[in-house]
């Protein structure tokens, strides 16, 4: 009886278990739906952003539902500079999150991807002066990022759109830039997502600046 007891204890908690699984695959896919377009207006990467931050604090030993919390106010930011608004309390809330991430899985490439991303915002507001503690940080941490996956294409896309910005005589322009993003080129064709929940952004991006190169060195 005592056996059958603990039999049917251990049954009930990988049925709830299983169930908890599905409930925040679906949730964060919601979430991941809610940001497949990346040209949208403040106020919806806001709703997204509110959306992971929930599920974030409710999966808190969970690094993916900080990591997207973090990209939607990335992406603020960037609407925001585009738009000459605010942008730097956007940049500050994606590092919170990141840093809390970290926390959680240290050695995951895509958080030190995204805080390349960061440092490089880091740079708008004054590039003349950011450019030259910011940009090294960005290539450093994009550095890492490929180190604990070659494979990731996103972090080859940063460094070349960073380099592509960067003044030809501080080692940037086009033809310095062209090298990695050719290799985030290869990378999105052969790319493999760990799970469905891992970030799909950047090719559109890789392929808008590999075009400007392109014809900038014709």
């Given at each position: 009886?005592?056996?059958?007891t603990?039999?049917?204890?251990?049954?009930?908690i990988?049925?709830?278990s299983?169930?908890q699984?599905?409930?925040?695959?679906?949730?964060?896919?919601?979430?991941?739906?809610?940001?497949?377009n990346?040209?949208?207006?403040?106020?919806?990467?806001?709703?997204?952003?509110?959306?992971?931050e929930?599920?974030?604090?409710?999966?808190?030993?969970?690094?993916?539902?900080k990591?997207?919390?973090?990209?939607?106010?990335?992406?603020?930011?960037?609407?925001?500079?585009?738009?000459?608004?605010?942008?730097?309390?956007?940049?500050?809330?994606?590092?919170?999150s990141?840093?809390?991430?970290?926390?959680?899985?240290?050695?995951?490439?895509?958080l030190?991807?995204?805080?390349?991303?960061?440092?490089?915002?880091?740079?708008?507001?004054?590039?003349?002066?950011?450019?030259?503690?910011?940009?090294?940080?960005?290539?450093?941490?994009?550095?890492?990022?490929?180190?604990?996956?070659?494979?990731?294409?996103?972090?080859?896309?940063?460094?070349g759109?960073?380099?592509?910005f960067?003044?030809?005589?501080?080692?940037?322009?086009?033809?310095n830039?062209?090298?990695f993003?050719?290799?985030?080129?290869?990378?999105?064709?052969?790319?493999?997502?760990?799970?469905?929940l891992?970030?799909?952004?950047?090719?559109?991006?890789?392929?808008?600046?590999?075009?400007?190169?392109?014809?900038?060195?014709?």
């Amino acid at each position: 009886m005592k056996q059958f007891t603990i039999f049917t204890i251990a049954i009930l908690i990988s049925v709830f278990s299983f169930a908890q699984n599905d409930k925040y695959f679906s949730a964060m896919e919601r979430g991941i739906n809610m940001i497949a377009n990346d040209r949208q207006p403040v106020e919806q990467w806001q709703a997204a952003s509110n959306y992971f931050e929930r599920i974030a604090n409710a999966e808190s030993d969970k690094w993916l539902p900080k990591y997207y919390h973090a990209y939607c106010n990335m992406m603020m930011a960037l609407t925001a500079y585009q738009n000459k608004m605010e942008f730097e309390p956007y940049l500050d809330k994606a590092q919170e999150s990141i840093d809390a991430a970290m926390k959680i899985s240290p050695n995951e490439s895509e958080l030190y991807t995204l805080q390349g991303y960061i440092y490089q915002g880091r740079i708008w507001s004054n590039p003349m002066v950011n450019g030259a503690t910011y940009s090294p940080k960005s290539h450093e941490a994009c550095d890492k990022a490929i180190e604990l996956n070659p494979n990731n294409p996103r972090p080859y896309y940063l460094k070349g759109s960073n380099t592509y910005f960067t003044p030809a005589f501080f080692g940037g322009g086009a033809e310095n830039a062209m090298p990695f993003l050719q290799k985030a080129d290869e990378k999105f064709a052969s790319y493999k997502l760990p799970s469905p929940l891992h970030p799909i952004w950047g090719k559109g991006s890789n392929d808008y600046f590999l075009d400007m190169a392109k014809k900038d060195l014709n």
